[in-house]
């Protein structure tokens, strides 16, 4: 998992790779829109499973799915956990009781500490939405180069700084993953033990100790990057050709994804309104009917 | 002919600093040159290249006065991305400046930039990578290359748009010999194929120097010395003025009042020979240091080591047995990829193995042990603590076995040349500081084994040296000592034993003369022999694989007795 190539970009030959990242890139605004819109389960985990698909597609490997699976699984059990013990809304069922009111002190101080049917529901919910965000994420920094992200950003008038400090970011992150193994591996033969101490002032002076090196290190490599960079002719003033072109194809395709993005929005809007009763039609009763199951 | 670099009175000044880098530097390159800058760590000479692209003063900031001029342009007149089409810029760690994700598109960046239509640019890139020798890895992924590779590649990136001048900062420090002599091959190749103007920063003169035509010696901001190689050979003396290192041959020649204008084994043997007339040698006739160590008590014992990092992954140790007695000051020798750093973390405990056994005075490894020190290649990673003395004493506080102001730790700040450092930021020091920080903090806690991963790389030869006398000390007083390096020179002349690694196995395991001289070996291993070996080679058929037992024999053999034994300044 600390391994550096892992979370590097790799070159390929499959669809996804070959995708335009501008693409790629109107690909995940538009699921991260229509995940915010939709609150329909079925339809959350129908956009995961494209979401897996398309790793299916980008032929991610083994080690990458791991990592996949590793981060789902962790967001998926912190949301539902944390939803199902802190869900405040009503209706709430209660599916079990981990602390009786009755119980001295604690029981009585919060008044019981329960697991809501609805939180859980809802957490899982909220985990579908990050598990499709951090899948596509995943999946446009494995198979997009660095290089042709910093010219997408930059042809759409993005700031150079802001766009360089985003690409670097993201170059250097498998970086630093492989590198707090090493510091932690350096700390770890120095004797050193984070965490026999638990008190506050130490959690924190080793959280310090553990990212100065690690910092120090980074901002070297961006430093030298930033450099490397500028002298091969890349910077804030060049007027380069855009020699990468969208293909037609592609740009219909993430036309219809927006147009899609935009309908979506409009019929949630008219959902909302006939919920509420603002405006309602009842000849489009069957359509209310879909959209209270999909949306 | 006009010059292609010429310096005029530059005087640069960073930011936030009240003292010059670099001051009063008068200099001129022509077309064609290949120029070697080198100096000790900290004099100016990164600083000096960056502002012939134009880094400085445009990215760096800072005061500069005085004029550089690239082919008769003014840099502070033109904007870095100007500049990058005159002057191409290598950096020292091939990783840190390589952006894409394919060789290919590597390469293409620059042309892009430069706004070169797509079918001219695969010609370009296409015809480039051929001059380096990459051609076969055209669409090969970045991550798929070794360390040489990577840094060729960092050459073609720049090559592409065909500057006129390439400057490279330190591009060979982090090679092994086999990267750093394809490296040197290509600069070679396109400073007379192109007629490209080369000017290289380095310390490992014994590789460059061969190479270059002219060089330029800095210290303290300032040009010291600067002339051509063969008036550089004749003057060796700068260099240890500077604390440089000079190709063996040389420093052999030089002992033995020798002129030699060339850094090549045959003409220094055939310099030697004119002065002095050596008979063949006979079995036993020279003397070689270390071979009575062997019967000490183990201090680690290794029995049918086996490890790989997956089930069925690819097998990375194979059937080590080994026994390295206490206080051998020990070389662990091999190319990349030998198992050279796994196997020192089978003996720090970071690693099980798979099959076989690690024993530390009779004990078998388990996981991390105290009395087993480990210096990492990057010393950076060991440096977390706010000054230089809480460093030191870091572990020993943690302990609580002794105080952070020990007369221990004072004694190592003082022999590793960190005195009035204490209070300093560690991560803020330069590198060979740095590494000299990590070694303190390790040795303060007086293990019974230090184990160093490369210490020597990008170190000068002043530092290596420092480095190396606080571990023999060490080992003086019963320490072990185990060191990965791939230089040769450096092994041979410190340490007692010599182990090779090939994919994962050990292939030899000896005194340097043993190891050294077979060559089937070194060429297993990619190491180079010692120059200092090849010449005794020819000069009488020896085996003396340092320039000290080089000397000594021919003064002994010649002068009669060995009264002015050799004095390395």
Redesign the interface.
């Known amino acids: 998992m600390f391994a550096r190539n892992v979370w590097e970009a790799t070159p390929g030959y499959t669809i996804i790779h070959n995708l335009d990242i501008r693409t790629k890139l109107v690909m995940l605004i538009s699921f991260a829109i229509v995940t915010l819109i939709i609150d329909s389960p079925r339809s959350l985990f129908l956009l995961f499973c494209i979401t897996l698909f398309l790793h299916i597609i980008g032929q991610s490997s083994w080690e990458r799915w791991r990592i996949l699976a590793i981060f789902i699984l962790l967001s998926m059990w912190g949301s539902m956990v944390s939803q199902a013990i802190f869900y405040n809304q009503e209706p709430r069922t209660i599916m079990a009781c981990l602390i009786s009111p009755t119980v001295p002190i604690l029981g009585k101080w919060t008044g019981g500490v329960f697991i809501y049917r609805e939180g859980m529901e809802y957490g899982a919910i909220q985990a579908l939405r990050s598990s499709i965000m951090l899948g596509l994420g995943f999946l446009l920094s494995w198979t997009s180069d660095p290089r042709q992200l910093l010219r997408s950003f930059l042809s759409w008038k993005m700031p150079y700084e802001l766009a360089f400090m985003l690409i670097t970011s993201l170059r250097f992150l498998p970086v630093i993953f492989q590198e707090t193994a090493i510091v932690l591996t350096a700390q770890r033969l120095r004797g050193f033990q984070p965490l026999q101490s638990m008190l506050p002032h130490r959690l924190i002076q080793t959280a310090f100790q553990t990212l100065f090196p690690i910092l120090a290190r980074t901002l070297r490599r961006a430093a030298t990057l930033a450099s490397s960079v500028e002298c091969r002719g890349f910077g804030r003033e060049v007027h380069r050709l855009n020699n990468c072109v969208w293909p037609i194809g592609e740009k219909f395709l993430c036309f219809m994804m927006l147009l899609s993005v935009a309908g979506l929005f409009i019929l949630k809007a008219l959902d909302m309104m006939q919920f509420n009763g603002i405006i309602y039609f009842s000849t489009w009763r069957s359509l209310y009917d879909v959209m209270k199951i999909w949306m | 002919m006009n010059p292609i670099v010429r310096i005029r009175n530059v005087v640069f000044t960073y930011k936030n600093r009240s003292l010059p880098t670099l001051s009063h530097i008068n200099l001129d390159i022509e077309q064609g040159d290949f120029v070697l800058l080198t100096g000790a760590t900290g004099c100016g000479k990164s600083s000096l290249l960056?502002m012939l692209?134009g880094?400085i003063p445009h990215?760096n900031g800072g005061l500069l006065t005085g004029e550089v001029f690239i082919e008769g342009y003014n840099t502070q007149d033109y904007?870095?991305?100007q500049l990058?089409?005159m002057?191409?810029?290598v950096?020292?760690?091939p990783d840190?400046?390589i952006?894409?994700?394919?060789v290919f598109?590597e390469v293409a960046?620059?042309l892009?930039?430069?706004?070169?239509?797509?079918e001219d640019?695969a010609c370009r890139v296409h015809e480039t990578l051929r001059l380096v020798g990459m051609f076969d890895q055209l669409?090969a992924?970045v991550?798929a290359l070794s360390g040489g590779q990577k840094q060729r590649l960092?050459v073609a990136?720049?090559l592409a748009?065909r500057p006129k001048v390439l400057v490279l900062d330190e591009p060979i420090s982090q090679l092994d010999p086999q990267g750093a002599t394809e490296l040197l091959s290509v600069l070679e190749y396109i400073n007379k194929k192109l007629g490209m103007t080369i000017i290289i920063v380095e310390h490992r003169l014994h590789e460059v120097m061969p190479l270059c035509r002219r060089v330029v010696i800095m210290d303290k901001g300032q040009i010291v010395w600067a002339g051509t190689r063969d008036e550089a050979f004749c003057c060796p003396e700068i260099f240890d003025i500077h604390g440089l290192r000079i190709p063996q041959t040389i420093d052999i020649c030089r002992c033995l009042g020798v002129t030699v204008r060339s850094a090549e084994v045959k003409d220094a043997v055939l310099a030697i020979q004119r002065q002095y007339k050596l008979p063949i040698s006979e079995v036993g006739a020279e003397s070689f240091p270390g071979e009575s160590l062997v019967d000490r008590t183990p201090a680690i014992e290794i029995d049918q080591l086996e490890f790989q990092y997956e089930n069925k992954g690819r097998s990375i140790l194979q059937d080590i047995h080994l026994a390295i007695p206490t206080g051998q000051f020990v070389a662990l020798m091999g190319n990349n990829g030998a198992g050279k750093s796994t196997l020192l973390h089978q003996i720090?405990g970071?690693l099980k193995p798979v099959k076989g056994q690690v024993r530390i005075g009779g004990e078998q490894v388990n996981g991390?042990r105290?009395n087993v020190?480990?210096v990492?290649q990057?010393p950076?990673?060991?440096?977390?603590?706010d000054t230089v003395a809480e460093e030191i004493a870091?572990?020993l506080r943690?302990?609580k076995t002794e105080d952070a102001s020990s007369q221990h730790c004072q004694e190592l700040l003082k022999k590793l040349g960190l005195e009035g450092m204490e209070s300093d930021f560690p991560?803020a020091l330069s590198r060979g500081q740095r590494l000299r920080v990590a070694i303190a903090?390790?040795l303060a806690?007086q293990p019974l084994i230090v184990l160093l991963d490369e210490p020597t790389t990008g170190q000068d030869i002043g530092h290596i040296e420092d480095i190396i006398l606080v571990l023999k000390e060490y080992t003086a007083r019963g320490g072990t000592v185990i060191f990965c390096t791939h230089d040769t020179e450096v092994a041979a002349r410190f340490a007692e034993r010599i182990i090779i690694m090939c994919n994962g196995s050990i292939i030899a395991d000896g005194t340097a003369g043993t190891v050294f001289r077979q060559k089937s070996v070194l060429d297993a291993a990619g190491l180079k022999p010692p120059a200092a070996l090849l010449i005794a080679q020819e000069l009488y058929q020896g085996e003396s694989v340092t320039v000290k037992e080089v000397v000594d024999y021919v003064r002994q053999k010649c002068v009669g007795s060995n009264a002015g034994v050799y004095d390395n300044p």
């Open positions: 960056k692209n880094l990215e904007s870095i991305a990058s089409q002057v191409g810029m950096f020292q760690s840190d400046q952006f894409s994700t394919t598109d960046f620059i892009e930039n430069m706004g070169i239509q797509l640019i669409d992924s991550h960092a990136s720049v748009a720090s970071l991390i105290p020190g480990m990492l990057n950076d990673f060991m440096l977390f603590n870091f572990t943690f302990k991560l903090a390790v806690c």
